[in-house]
Nanobody, 124 residues
Framework: AVQLVESGGGSVQSGGSLRLSCETSKYIFTKCGMGWYRQAPGKEREKISNINLDGTTSYEDSVRGRFAIIQDNAKNTVYLLMTSLEIEDTAVYSC??????????????????WGPGTQVTVES
C-alpha cells in the first residue's frame, strides 16, 4: 500500500523559511495530483496548495506568493517551500493525494488517507 510521510517542520521566527517534504512510498504522480493541507489549533483543515497531473499549481489566497509546491519525480517527493512565514502559518501540515479519474482506482488506499503530518510553529 502507498504511504505518504511528511517531514521538514519545526520552529522558525516570523519572516523565516521552511521546506516541507511529502515522500510517497511508490511513484504515483502519473496517476495522482498532490495537495498540501494544514490545520491550525481550533480550526478546520484547509487546503493551501495543490499540483495537478499536468504540473499546474494552485494556492490559497493567504499563501500565494509566499509558498511554492514543487514535485520531484526522481525522489517520489512533493515539496512545499514556505517563505515569509507568519505567525498565522502555525499549524500541522499534511499532504494528500488529490482525486483524479485514475488515482483512487489505482491506489484505493489513498482515498481519505492522511499521513502523520509535520508541525510548523512560527514565533514572533
Amino acid at each position: 500500500a502507498v504511504q505518504l510521510v511528511e517531514s521538514g517542520g519545526g520552529s522558525v521566527q516570523s519572516g523565516g523559511s521552511l521546506r516541507l517534504s511529502c515522500e510517497t512510498s511508490k511513484y504515483i504522480f502519473t496517476k495522482c495530483g498532490m495537495g498540501w493541507y494544514r490545520q491550525a489549533p481550533g480550526k478546520e483543515r484547509e487546503k493551501i496548495s495543490n499540483i495537478n497531473l499536468d504540473g499546474t499549481t494552485s494556492y490559497e489566497d493567504s499563501v500565494r506568493g509566499r509558498f511554492a509546491i514543487i514535485q520531484d519525480n526522481a525522489k517520489n517527493t512533493v515539496y512545499l517551500l514556505m517563505t515569509s512565514l507568519e505567525i498565522e502559518d502555525t499549524a500541522v501540515y499534511s499532504c494528500a493525494a488529490e482525486w483524479t479519474s485514475t488515482c483512487f482506482v489505482e491506489y484505493p488506499e489513498l482515498r481519505g488517507y492522511w499521513g502523520p503530518g509535520t508541525q510548523v510553529t512560527v514565533e514572533s
